[in-house]
């Protein structure tokens, strides 16, 4: 068993450790030595609170077991999950880093004993109130999680669910929660507490239900937000550093990270915190998508656009992704250059449901990171370059976003697509994107359809390149 100095000094390297992997993360170049610094810390992390269990002879069977039930669960579902089903992934993560907390809050409480935190009926106040935050905070992330989860994974409509009266309701159970940790402070009722968990665990499901799919990858960054004060919450209960210095480092981190997105596609950030944004209605313009002509073509037509263009910019989306179609599209731009061509690419902030997806997958295929651009990087260049091409990407596009108040996505900065020459655009079909709305694009002048797989389509315009 380690002594509890020896412990402070591992857990203060782990800490180092990850707040290494985060600034190594905040770069596409320096992402894989930061993925290398956080696994680092957490095997530390894990290995000194495996040696530092108190009664070793009973305890450490039974935390090995379930390490290694663990471990192999998650080893098994990271190796198997698509980077497609990354969001819903995330979100169910998410939901079990909540759940752990309450756990340890629920055993806290139950048997404060054990943590040196006092006797039933006793406990330190300040452990008290630390218990309390943990086990609420979790509550909600796990809740809300659940119905993220849901949403993103399609056996829950991605559509807003509202009612009257929400937000009243849900500030008033915001109000109680504050009401009932002073009170569970004051008489260390048991019921309390549990009626507690019981109120937290319905916030977080209606925080998260009345929130649309167009801004679902907002809600994913605040949630891990949320996983992280959880678990700081915890750490504070159990005097454990390490996951105080990860739970802060998660929790602000998620917010600094939800404002930039809220800023980037023009939402309000309290809005996200208390829920209920993005519940407008579908646009009229969206209803009649029969009866408006679209122009369709072939990967023949498309190549011969490519051919005589002179600069080409790829709007990749979750259609990529989903058809992993990034290595073909590698595989095109390359065949441009060798015409001349210039090509960039051009990413929009959630683009693929989740920040940074994109520019993963195409790291993948080893595009160059000085060809890839974000949204205001490359947003002015549209109106003079030749051709745009679309492979998957839809809400992200959608020119509505800047015309109509009634739109879901209204506000949210898309990509100018519409300003090129000419927009081919790689679809299985005019479905509707994400957020449920049709996209005006498809029904511009300049618009010609590609109606196919996007991996397929690629490659037969190289061929006909």
């Known amino acids: 068993m380690l002594s509890a100095n020896l412990s402070a000094i591992f857990y203060l390297i782990s800490g180092v450790l990850f707040i290494l992997a985060l600034r190594g993360l905040s770069s596409p170049e ?128 991605g559509s807003p669910i509202t009612f009257k009266g929400q937000h009243p309701l849900n500030a008033l159970i915001l109000i109680s929660i504050i009401v009932l940790t002073y009170l569970l402070c004051s008489t260390q009722s048991s019921n309390l507490f549990w009626i507690l968990l019981a109120v937290s665990f319905l916030i977080g499901f209606l925080l998260i ?70 519940a407008t209605e579908e646009s009229s313009s969206s209803q009649n998508k029969e009866q408006r002509p679209v122009k369709s073509g072939n990967a023949d037509d498309a190549a011969f656009l490519m051919k005589n263009a002179s600069s080409v910019i790829i709007v990749p989306g979750y259609g990529m992704a989903v058809a992993q179609a990034q290595h073909a599209l590698r595989e095109m731009v390359d065949t441009l250059k060798k015409n001349d061509i210039k090509v960039s690419y051009a990413i929009h902030p959630v683009a693929g ?59 949210m900065p898309v990509l100018d697509v519409e ?12 479905s509707p994107g994400y957020a449920g709305i049709d996209n005006d694009l498809f029904y511009k002048e300049n618009t010609l359809m590609l109606f196919a797989d996007a991996k397929k389509m690629t490659e037969d315009i190289t061929k006909n390149l």
């Not at 989740?354 to 974000?374: I, K, R, S, T």
């Open 30 to 157: 320096t992402s894989r030595q930061g993925n290398f610094f956080g696994i680092l810390g957490m095997i530390i992390a894990i290995t000194v609170t495996f040696l530092s269990i108190g009664n070793f002879s009973t305890g450490f069977v039974v935390v090995l077991i379930f390490l290694l039930i663990g471990g192999l669960i998650g080893a098994f579902i990271a190796y198997k999950i698509p980077m497609t089903a990354m969001p819903e992934l995330v979100a169910g993560f998410h939901s079990l880093v909540g759940l752990a907390a309450v756990f340890v809050a629920i055993a806290a409480f139950l048997n404060p004993e054990a943590f040196n935190l006092g006797s039933p009926g006793n406990i330190k106040l300040g452990s008290l109130i630390e218990m309390s935050i943990g086990a609420a905070v979790g509550a909600i992330t796990f809740s809300g999680s659940i119905i993220a989860f849901l949403k993103l994974q399609g056996i829950m409509s």
């Open 209 to 278: 239900i009345p929130i649309g799919g167009a801004d679902m990858p907002v809600v994913i960054s605040m949630l891990n937000s949320y996983s992280g004060w959880a678990a700081a919450g915890i750490g504070f209960t159990l005097e454990n550093t390490a996951l105080i210095i990860t739970g802060a480092l998660v929790g602000s981190s998620g917010a600094i990270l939800s404002y930039i997105m809220c800023k980037g596609m023009n939402r309000s950030f309290f809005n996200v915190i208390l829920g209920g944004f993005g």
């Open 353 to 411: 449901r989740m920040p940074g997806h994109m520019n993963v997958l195409l790291a993948e295929a080893n595009v160059p990171y000085d060809e890839v651009f974000e949204l205001e990087e490359i947003n002015n260049d549209f109106a003079n370059a030749d051709v745009a091409f679309v492979i998957g990407a839809n809400d992200v596009t959608n020119p509505i976003a800047k015309t109509d108040p009634q739109s879901p996505i209204y506000g």
């Open 419 to 430: 300003k090129c020459k000419s927009v081919l655009f790689v679809k299985r079909s005019l």
